[in-house]
């Protein structure tokens, strides 16, 4: 049973199992560095157009980004106000990696034109 408990405890601190994964095309309205213990890259995709002059908005998304090679990349997007496509992920398990509630985690993003 030890053993057992043992090899458990790895594996829900580093939430290396992989519940979904997709794509959202949108544009970037928050990204923040954020946490008490562990300090990460909090964003917020907003899928619709917000720059058509319509005022019709989408529901967001909350993603962590823990690349910080993709940091650039969101900060120019969101100061220029881009569409972009970002590809994400959801772990099962991410105990002090994330302020999201649902658990996704940024793969790629790529600035539309």
Known sequence: MKKIIFLMVP????GC???????KVGTIIK???EGIIFKTYECELIRGRMTDGSGSFGKSFHFTV??????PILEKS????????I???QELFTLFRTETEDNSFLD???IKN
């Open 11 to 14: 594996l829900l601190l580093s």
């Open 108 to 110: 790629e993003i790529i």
């Open 66 to 71: 823990e690349d910080k090679k993709m940091i």
């Open 87 to 89: 590809k994400y992920h």
């Open 31 to 33: 990204c923040a560095r």
């Open 17 to 23: 199992y992989e519940t979904a994964s997709g794509e």
């Open 78 to 85: 969101l100061d220029e106000q881009k569409e972009v496509k």
